[in-house]
């Protein structure tokens, strides 16, 4: 495509936005403003709650989808297998709820003995937590796709 072209398919979608009342492109930016904590107690208890609306979330979720998840057939040598499917699902799960940037990030923080311990006290057939590269193996060898599919399953009941 030219790019008078593109530069005209542009300006005609912008024209019907425009007649939509939308914005082109949309406008997703933060308020500038600070923060509406005055006290540090307002803003533990704001956090506080927020992470207990989570849990609560996440326990409805968690239990079903984890039944779901470990009957994927599990691609790795069942001889060389030290963390159940299971526990590589939570792992992953875990690493995108905490928004972990990065593989590197991950393993430093989801690997550290308070996270462990309040993580056992939830699952305690976890005994340590896998390697970021174990997942990642795990998930190149694997369907993926029966991933979304059982989480599909489990919004769906």
Known sequence: MSEAKRRRKQRELKEQLKKQGKQYPPSFTLPNRKS?????????AYIQSVTEEK??????ILPGLLKKLSQIPDPRNPKKITHQITVMMLYGIL???FQMTSRRK?????????LLKNLKALFPELVDM??????????????????ETAYIQILKN
């Open 55 to 60: 849990l609560k979330a996440y326990a409805n």
């Open 106 to 114: 991950t393993n430093r923080d989801m690997t550290s003995p308070q």
């Open 130 to 147: 896998p390697h970021q590269d174990t997942l990642c193996r795990l998930l190149e060898n694997m369907d993926v796709s029966k991933i």
């Open 36 to 44: 509406s904590f005055s006290t540090v107690e307002e803003e533990k």
């Open 95 to 97: 690493m995108f709820a």
